[in-house]
């Protein structure tokens, strides 16, 4: 078994040689075959350059560079279809994931097709604003009376799965947009029937850099592609 953790990078240039370090230190001890995958939109703040600068020679960082294409869902596929790993961990790459919690995730991939990490399962929860915390939940509440799906954080983003669970799908029909892919992800997968352990993950403050999300467009875009996929409208693209 190989794991390839995916990074998502854009101006991340405080956190993110920190983060692999830990990352590549916690898989080295709990003995895990891995390799990191970073794949940055050209960050005008040279994070690409950082990380190559830090890792030079180290076989197990793998920086990806994109300069025609950005967003944070393409950048993850890229990741995916790239990397080398027959199980896959996706994280934020600002510290808001802990890295800790990355051996737990695998493990369970052993027994299931995907491990999610949910801030609203018992033990889980976020130390960041509580307004988002309370706005995140009702978001979640939204989607699980609308799509009828169990998982209960669809906007997570920390999870690990067996890359064999994207065969025979067209994955670009999922992965595109911002956190929404998330979304599509959860719902296709819990339609295809996979079988999902949510393991609780207590949000930490983002360590540096400037937040991505502008929660008014991801608000709106988020709610048009429930009602999509309640609709029915998107149901075509992920037939297999
Ligand atoms: N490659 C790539 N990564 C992105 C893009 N937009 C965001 N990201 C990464 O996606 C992750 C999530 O973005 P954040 O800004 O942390 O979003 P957030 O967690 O909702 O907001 P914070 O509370 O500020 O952490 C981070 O690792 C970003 O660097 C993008 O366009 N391309
Ligand atoms: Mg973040």
């Excluded at 898989?27 to 990191?36: N, P």
């Excluded at 009828?148 to 669970?165: P, Q």
Aim: glycine share 8%; charged share 25%; net charge positive.
């Amino acid at each position: 078994m190989k794991l390839s953790v995916i990074l998502p990078t854009f101006n991340e240039k405080d956190s993110i040689i920190l983060l692999i370090a830990e990352i590549l230190s916690i898989l080295e001890k709990e003995k895990i075959d891995h390799e990191v995958v970073i794949v940055d939109d050209n960050s005008p703040d040279g994070t690409y350059r950082e990380i190559v600068k830090a890792f030079a020679g180290n076989q197990l960082v793998v920086p990806m560079l994109r300069t025609t294409e950005k967003g944070l869902a393409t950048a993850i596929l890229h990741g995916i279809q790239h990397c080398s790993g027959d199980k896959v961990v996706v994280m934020d790459t600002d510290f808001n994931h802990p890295p800790e919690l990355i051996p737990l995730l695998v493990k369970i991939t052993d027994y299931f097709d995907i491990a999610l990490g949910s801030r609203y399962v018992i033990g889980g929860g976020m130390e960041t604003s509580r307004m988002r915390y309370i706005g995140s939940k009702l978001f979640n509440k939204f989607i699980h009376y609308t799509l009828r799906v169990k998982t209960t954080d669809n906007l997570s983003g920390y999870f690990a799965f067996n890359k064999r669970i994207l065969d025979g799908i067209d994955a670009s029909a999922i992965f595109y947009g911002y956190g929404d892919y998330f979304i599509r992800f959860l719902y296709v997968m819990q339609k295809k029937k996979k079988f999902i352990l949510e393991v609780p993950v207590v949000y930490k403050d983002r360590k540096g850099g400037l937040s991505k999300t502008n929660l008014k467009n991801e608000l709106i875009r988020y709610t048009r592609t429930v009602m999509r996929i309640r609709f029915g409208w998107d149901e075509k693209n992920w037939k297999s």
